[in-house]
């Protein structure tokens, strides 16, 4: 495990100690272990912490810290390496996992630009293993149903659409206030959306817009964004677009009755599809408590902690299931059949969109394109429009009042 932050504590954490104490067993592949044989972090203190809180959930592991860290962690010839460091610094560990033979599975977005994702993917195809990219949205029960009825052809070719998603200010300046200098909600976060976008209607990314506003988490002309605002162009074989807006912020009060406020609307040729992350569940008010420790609205879909009704504690949710389904994956990979046919396992593995490296292409060219939008308007210089696959390259920057355009990645996207 690479990372010990929040996204280990809500999703990683409750999975390795689940499989732990169950195993994780298929017919087709037998049952499996999967101990957490080593964590690298920048200090090894939230390490340090879980392994005395953690005994007898999970098995012992190494913890290891500072620079050389991931280096120290492959010393161990992981099997697999989950990477859930901030997104500015996921590249370099996942160079380092690859190169080294391991399979990998990184946090979204995969990486920042499309010449790091051909890196990673090349080198996961030259060293024969898994590269996968978590976006457990593509999980939420509401988005898999979303999805179906696409697919079946009960709603018909996507017009427009428009999503949001607000974090409370105690997510900037509390959890993350350490590495979000320079950085934006957009592409911590829209990320998710662009990937339904993108896996659910298909079609080819034309161009990106954005704009953003700040001055609460950073200086008002500086490089840190409160929130943002993109807008994404798609082209469909029949030679229709459709525009989807992505909205979002990380400087929502800390008392909104909702911990996370996500929503959704998209519009098609015969029906809409509305999705609310608060409205579809359960309001609940205790003295004392909400709208701060406990949140009067709450996702029990993405991570919850229950008591079953056979006494059992369990954490579950699609947040824990998309790891473990990495995992079964894996399995069926590695131990599924005879060695000889791992290669036939291994690519149709690796042909899932939904989760695999090389499917990510469109997804990081929208978030370069909005990294590159906003590093402009940072500098003074808003309004950029980024096109793809156009007569200058696979992904360039336009910008009022420049006659040269700045172009980010030459190859097709």
């Known amino acids: 495990m690479v990372g010990l932050g929040m996204i280990f504590d809500e999703t990683y954490r409750p999975f ?7 195993g994780l067993y298929d017919r087709r592949f037998g049952d499996v272990d999967v101990p957490l044989s080593a964590v690298a972090t920048r200090t090894g203190m939230r390490a340090l ?19 050389d860290s991931v280096d120290k962690l492959l010393d161990a010839e992981p099997s697999f390496v989950c990477v859930a460091t901030p997104d500015n610094r996921h590249f370099e560990p996942c160079k380092k996992v690859l190169a080294a033979g ?20 090349e080198l996961a195809r030259q060293q024969n293993v898994l590269a996968k990219v978590v976006y457990h949205k593509l999980l939420d029960p509401d988005h898999k149903k979303l999805r179906t009825f696409v697919a079946d052809g009960l709603l018909k070719h996507v017009n427009n659409g428009y999503c949001s998603l607000l974090e409370p200010k105690q997510i900037s300046s509390g959890q993350f206030a350490e590495w979000i200098k320079g950085r934006n909600p957009g592409t911590y976060v829209a990320c998710h959306y662009i990937k339904l976008i993108d896996f659910t209607f298909g ?5 990106v817009t954005a704009g953003g506003q700040r001055g609460l988490v950073g200086p008002a002309h500086g490089p840190t ?11 469909y074989d029949d030679g229709r677009e459709a525009a989807f807006d992505i909205h ?17 609307q998209f519009r098609f040729d015969n029906g809409v599809w509305n999705g609310h992350s608060r409205k579809r569940g359960v309001e609940c008010t205790i003295e004392g408590r909400t709208p701060f420790t406990t949140k009067i609205t709450m996702n029990n879909h993405y991570n919850g902690t ?3 009704p056979w006494g059992e504690r369990a954490q579950r949710g699609y947040g824990v ?3 473990e389904r990495f995992v079964r994956e894996l399995a069926q990979v590695e131990f599924g059949g005879p060695r000889e046919q791992r290669d036939d396992r291994l690519a149709a593995a690796a042909s899932l969109a939904y989760n695999d490296l090389a499917a990510d292409r469109q997804v990081v060219a929208a978030v370069q394109a909005l990294e590159a939008i906003l590093a402009e308007a940072a500098q003074g210089r808003p309004d950029g429009v980024v096109r793809v696959n156009g007569e200058h390259g696979g992904l360039v920057l336009y910008r009022p009042g420049q006659s040269e355009p700045n172009v980010l990645y030459a190859p097709p996207v």
Not at 16 to 22: A, I, S
Not at 248 to 263: A, H, I, K, L, R
Request: hydrophobic share 35%.
């Open 16 to 22: 390795f100690e689940r499989v732990h104490r169950d």
């Open 49 to 67: 912490a879980y392994q005395s809180e953690s005994k007898g959930k999970i098995a012992d592991f190494r913890n290891l810290a500072g620079a």
């Open 102 to 121: 391991c399979h990998l599975l990184v946090e979204k977005p995969s990486v920042l630009k499309l010449q790091e994702l051909d890196e990673l993917v």
């Open 203 to 207: 079609g080819k990314l034309k161009s």
């Open 225 to 235: 964004w409160d929130s943002t605002q993109m807008k994404l162009t798609y082209e």
């Open 248 to 264: 979002t912020s990380w400087v929502t009060p800390d008392n909104f009755p909702g911990y996370v406020e996500q929503e959704v």
């Open 306 to 308: 229950f008591v079953e």
């Open 321 to 323: 299931e998309v790891i």
